[in-house]
């Protein structure tokens, strides 16, 4: 338990549906980030908070994706109208002098 | 010049042997490197990291070794063992946001006993 914790483990959705991820990371870490993993492939940036601001946004976030941070607390990552492709790991992240990754989400899109 | 390249793609190793993964970035803003541990379904740990005022670092069995000239740095696992089995991963980034990281392919590493 890296103290990371991410909701849900799993997800199968069918194409076309929107699918909605959270992370829960330790109070005191105020910056937050978000990765997808395709298998065989390192984890690439998608997004990161600084307490409620999102102040980053990767090219790979599609105008199908939203990320939230009320209250610079837990994250959600939104994916509206899933493909295939965006079947991967969905990985959170808070970052306080080394980067403590949560469990991940695994997304797949039938 | 945001890519960092990883070899070799896979690793077997003896047990008692050394394991050596090498990465290589292109960016000379990157002043953080990580190396993660990643087992089947879980997420990345962080295992080590160096920042290029020093050459080498070391904790228990875990060495990375860093070339700033060459833009180069590798990780070696000295007495590797079985339960050593997994993928690692290096990464970059800039010291001023160090989750933002920029990560390798992965190395599939196996400790035969």
């Known amino acids: 338990d890296t103290g990371v914790s991410q909701n849900p483990r799993h997800k199968i959705t069918k194409r076309g549906q929107n699918v909605t991820f959270r992370c829960d990371p330790i109070?005191?870490?105020?910056?937050l980030y978000w990765y997808r993993q395709t298998l065989g492939q390192g984890p690439e940036f998608l997004t990161y908070?600084?307490?409620?601001?999102?102040?980053?946004k990767s090219r790979l976030l599609s105008d199908r994706f939203s990320a939230e941070r009320p209250k610079g607390s837990f994250s959600t990552l939104e994916i509206q109208r899933t493909e295939q492709g965006d079947s991967a790991m969905y990985l959170c992240?808070?970052?306080?002098?080394?980067?403590?990754f949560g469990p991940g989400t695994r997304l797949t899109v039938l | 010049q945001q890519q960092v390249k990883q070899s070799p793609q896979s690793l077997i190793v003896q047990k008692g042997g050394i394991s050596i993964i090498n990465c290589a970035y292109e960016?000379?803003?990157?002043?953080?490197f990580p190396w993660y541990q990643q087992f089947p379904g879980k997420g990345p740990a962080l295992l080590i990291a160096?920042?290029?005022?020093?050459s080498e670092k070391k904790e228990g069995r875990f060495t990375i070794s860093f070339n700033k000239s060459a833009k180069q740095f590798s990780l070696h696992i000295m007495d590797s063992q079985p339960g050593d089995s997994a993928t690692y991963f290096c990464?970059?980034?800039?010291?001023?946001?160090?989750?933002?990281?920029?990560f390798g392919q992965g190395t599939t590493l196996q400790v035969k006993p």
């Open positions: 992240a808070t970052a306080a002098g080394g980067e403590l």
């Open positions: 109070s005191e870490h105020n910056r």
């Open positions: 908070f600084q307490n409620e601001a999102q102040l980053e």
């Open positions: 960016n000379t803003a990157f002043d953080y």
């Open positions: 160096i920042r290029p005022d020093v």
């Open positions: 990464a970059a980034s800039r010291w001023s946001n160090t989750g933002k990281l920029i």
